[in-house]
């Protein structure tokens, strides 16, 4: 990649996709490209990088006068049938999707993975903040629209390490079925849990392990596969002529958390290592969900021999990353926050670590669903995962780019499915009738957690406003 001096980004908005051109921007490398005109979570870092991004996908928008040596896509926005991509493939330009960019980028760096179906994006970016707090300066890729406490989610660094998330969806739908974790070639891979998710691309959970298991066999180097011991869906990785480190709740992981509590805003947890416990550690993010994802990267860390002191400095340096669990802020006594959870589990875990932190307090959630498939799929998980809410409300389904069909699936039917286990659960539609509902119910105290992987991103915020133009709860 050393000859390219200029790239385009189609579809530049999306999470992966701006942490990668943050990267090559911070390499020295001219950056432009093109999305759709919508608020995203990543278009405050693309400014503040100045980066050019146009609206909408024309051909004009490849160059004549100084093209890019390189346009990159995902299957978002037709993919390689965009109008972008078919431009730069008919003059001749190189064009590569995200997930064999990234993979290219990487390559003469130690290379750590962090892949799984949950939690990868914390995981990469608290290893990130770690590594560079102890003075690693690491390269990094990260899913996020934001590093809290760190920065811009794409970084390269002067140091040897390169950190990635590591996506297991399709490179290109109905182009490359290649895993897009499959260009990557770890030194390390830490592997936070393995789940049946994307049902667009993945018939069931022996397909999402066999992909994992691909992935693995790509390790060079040490070979090391850091894994949860808790998660029984990953033990398809243990051995295979692998080096493997294991970390859990469980007594026999080889790092062990032996203790959690919280106080306010705060996650307090012990680790032990091989039986010897090694020290107390303090994270600004809620649940043991999250102290578990810490206790994968103190695997890794400790395993390249990084100390104790200086991971402890790291991990109370992270403030988590942007839409997981961001606390938008406070309004008439109503707390707020964003967060990206769009399957049963990682729903669970946040309405979970949500209660941690506010155990006496009553908890809204609202979710909108994302895609048809998912919600198909798993509409069973989806109606028993609110049951720590207070109460739940459900918007319609947002629909994914690459979804035409809606299988006979929508939010009327997902509120019903939900009511046979959680009597409070509610439909409403759109933010306007959330907003019209929750101006009926809200109490100072409230907890409300707008949750979901569409458009729900800019609810928050909205749902400040309007709440802040009611009159003074007597």
């Given at each position: 990649?050393?000859?390219?001096?200029?790239?385009?980004f189609v579809g530049i908005y999306g999470v992966a996709m701006a942490a990668l051109a943050l990267y090559v921007r911070d390499r020295g490398i001219r950056v432009t490209g093109t999305d759709v005109q919508e608020e995203f979570p990543t278009r405050a870092?693309?400014?503040?990088?100045?980066?050019?991004?146009?609206?909408?996908?024309?051909?004009?928008?490849?160059?004549?006068?100084?093209?890019?040596?390189?346009?990159?896509?995902?299957?978002?926005?037709?993919?390689?049938?965009?109008?972008?991509?078919?431009?730069?493939?008919?003059?001749?330009?190189?064009?590569?999707?995200?997930?064999?960019?990234?993979?290219?980028?990487?390559?003469?760096?130690?290379?750590?993975?962090?892949?799984?179906?949950?939690?990868?994006?914390?995981?990469?970016?608290?290893?990130?903040?770690?590594?560079?707090?102890?003075?690693?300066?690491?390269?990094?890729?990260?899913?996020?629209?934001?590093?809290?406490?760190?920065?811009?989610?794409?970084?390269?660094?002067?140091?040897?390490?390169?950190?990635?998330?590591?996506?297991?969806?399709?490179?290109?739908?109905?182009?490359?079925?290649?895993?897009?974790?499959?260009?990557?070639?770890?030194?390390?891979?830490?592997?936070?849990?393995?789940?049946?998710?994307?049902?667009?691309?993945?018939?069931?959970?022996?397909?999402?392990?066999?992909?994992?298991?691909?992935?693995?066999?790509?390790?060079?180097?040490?070979?090391?596969t850091v894994l949860c011991a808790d998660d029984p869906s990953s033990r398809v990785l243990v051995g295979r002529g692998r080096n493997t480190m294991t970390y859990g709740f469980s007594p026999s992981s080889d790092v062990t958390v032996t203790h959690v509590?919280?106080?306010?805003?705060?996650?307090?947890?012990?680790?032990?290592?091989?039986?010897?416990?090694?020290?107390?550690?303090?994270?600004?993010?809620?649940?043991?969900?999250?102290?578990?994802?810490?206790?994968?990267?103190?695997?890794?860390?400790?395993?390249?021999?990084?100390?104790?002191?200086?991971?402890?400095?790291?991990?109370?340096?992270?403030?988590?990353?942007?839409?997981?669990?961001?606390?938008?802020?406070?309004?008439?006594?109503?707390?707020?926050?964003?967060?990206?959870?769009?399957?049963?589990?990682?729903?669970?875990?946040?309405?979970?670590?949500?209660?941690?932190?506010?155990?006496?307090?009553?908890?809204?959630?609202?979710?909108?669903?994302?895609?048809?498939?998912?919600?198909?799929?798993?509409?069973?998980?989806?109606?028993?995962?609110?049951?720590?809410?207070?109460?739940?409300?459900?918007?319609?389904?947002?629909?994914?780019?690459?979804?035409?069909?809606?299988?006979?699936?929508?939010?009327?039917?997902?509120?019903?499915?939900?009511?046979?286990?959680?009597?409070?659960?509610?439909?409403?539609?759109?933010?306007?009738?959330?907003?019209?509902?929750?101006?009926?119910?809200?109490?100072?105290?409230?907890?409300?957690?707008?949750?979901?992987?569409?458009?729900?991103?800019?609810?928050?915020?909205?749902?400040?406003?309007?709440?802040?133009?009611?009159?003074?709860?007597?």
């Open positions: 990649m050393d000859h390219v001096k200029r790239m385009h870092m693309l400014t503040k990088a100045r980066i050019p991004i146009d609206f909408g996908f024309r051909k004009d928008h490849i160059r004549t006068q100084h093209p890019p040596d390189l346009v990159v896509y995902t299957g978002a926005h037709g993919g390689r049938e965009n109008p972008e991509v078919g431009e730069a493939i008919r003059r001749g330009i190189p064009v590569l999707a995200h997930g064999a960019a990234l993979g290219k980028f990487m390559e003469g760096k130690r290379q750590i993975s962090v892949a799984g179906s949950h939690g990868k994006t914390t995981a990469a970016a608290m290893l990130s903040a770690v590594f560079a707090s102890s003075g690693h300066d690491p390269s990094y890729a990260v899913g996020c629209g934001e590093i809290f406490g760190l920065g811009a989610a794409g970084h390269n660094g002067r140091g040897e390490f390169f950190i990635a998330e590591a996506d297991e969806y399709v490179t290109d739908p109905g182009h490359d079925d290649t895993p897009r974790f499959l260009w990557q070639r770890p030194e390390i891979l830490l592997v936070t849990n393995i789940d049946f998710d994307h049902p667009d691309v993945y018939a069931d959970l022996t397909a999402v392990q066999s992909a994992f298991r691909q992935l693995q066999e790509r390790e060079v180097g040490q070979k090391l509590g919280f106080g306010k805003e705060r996650t307090f947890f012990t680790v032990s290592e091989r039986g010897t416990e090694i020290g107390d550690f303090t994270l600004r993010l809620p649940g043991k969900h999250n102290a578990l994802n810490a206790a994968g990267v103190i695997a890794v860390l400790r395993s390249l021999g990084i100390s104790v002191d200086h991971i402890r400095d790291g991990l109370l340096s992270f403030h988590g990353t942007k839409r997981r669990f961001e606390k938008i802020g406070t309004i008439r006594g109503v707390t707020i926050y964003d967060d990206y959870a769009h399957h049963p589990k990682e729903i669970e875990a946040t309405i979970a670590a949500a209660r941690c932190w506010y155990p006496e307090k009553r908890i809204i959630t609202v979710f909108q669903p994302h895609t048809y498939s998912r919600t198909k799929a798993l509409l069973r998980d989806f109606a028993t995962a609110f049951r720590q809410s207070d109460i739940a409300l459900f918007t319609d389904i947002y629909a994914s780019a690459r979804e035409t069909d809606t299988l006979g699936i929508d939010g009327h039917i997902l509120v019903r499915e939900t009511q046979d286990h959680h009597p409070h659960a509610r439909y409403t539609a759109d933010f306007t009738a959330v907003r019209t509902y929750l101006d009926t119910i809200v109490v100072p105290d409230d907890i409300i957690i707008f949750m979901g992987a569409g458009d729900i991103y800019s609810w928050g915020k909205r749902a400040m406003r309007e709440l802040g133009k009611l009159a003074p709860v007597a």
